[in-house]
């Protein structure tokens, strides 16, 4: 049995108009670029056919509709692409709203009591080769506070907090 096998409980994904745009139109104009380049051979269509195809790539993730990215059961919260973390392991569970110019987002904040490598039962930050460029829904702070960008997810931010620390009550003891 895998690692991912394993984990059944409450799982959000990302939502259905998250990332398609952003893919979509990036892979396209990369595409374009890449046909101008060998029609005309224009060295500057391959970088910027470079460059478009590169953000395709990194936001795929977006694109997968059905892939669990977060979520969390008896064994712990689990975090696409960092793994399961203990119960016992998160101090305090919150959501924090910060503004990028104008624009207010939300990232859930999972504060440890213990550092990362202590605190996971199953580490998955050992990507495949092809996952390393793209992108992942968690940054680590430092050793002790895991910050994951809600925007891309498609569920309600205090629903979410709400049934995390739910859960954390219920199966930290």
Request: contains cysteine; aromatic residues 14%.
């Given at each position: ?33 890449v046909i101008v380049f060998f029609v005309a051979g224009q060295p ?114 205090d629903k979410l907090l709400e049934t995390l620390q739910r859960m ?6």
């Amino acid at each position: 049995m895998s690692d991912r096998e394993f984990f059944d409980g409450f799982t959000v994904c990302y939502g259905s108009d998250r990332g398609d745009f952003r893919f979509f139109v990036s892979a396209l104009i990369g595409s374009v670029s890449v046909i101008v380049f060998f029609v005309a051979g224009q060295p500057l269509a391959l970088a910027v056919a470079l460059l478009f195809l590169g953000s395709a790539y990194y936001h795929f993730p977006l694109v997968e509709k059905k892939v669990p990215r977060l979520g969390a059961s008896q064994y712990g919260i689990f975090v696409d692409g960092f793994g399961i973390i203990d119960w016992r392991a998160v101090a305090d569970i919150e959501i924090r709203t910060y503004a990028v110019r104008s624009i207010e987002n939300k990232e859930l904040v999972i504060e440890l009591n213990r550092d990362v490598d202590a605190a996971l039962i199953s580490d998955w930050r050992k990507l495949p080769i092809y996952r390393l460029l793209m992108k992942l829904p968690w940054r680590l702070r430092d050793e002790r506070v895991l910050s994951v960008q809600l925007e891309p997810f498609s569920i309600n931010k205090d629903k979410l907090l709400e049934t995390l620390q739910r859960m954390r009550s219920f199966y930290r003891n």
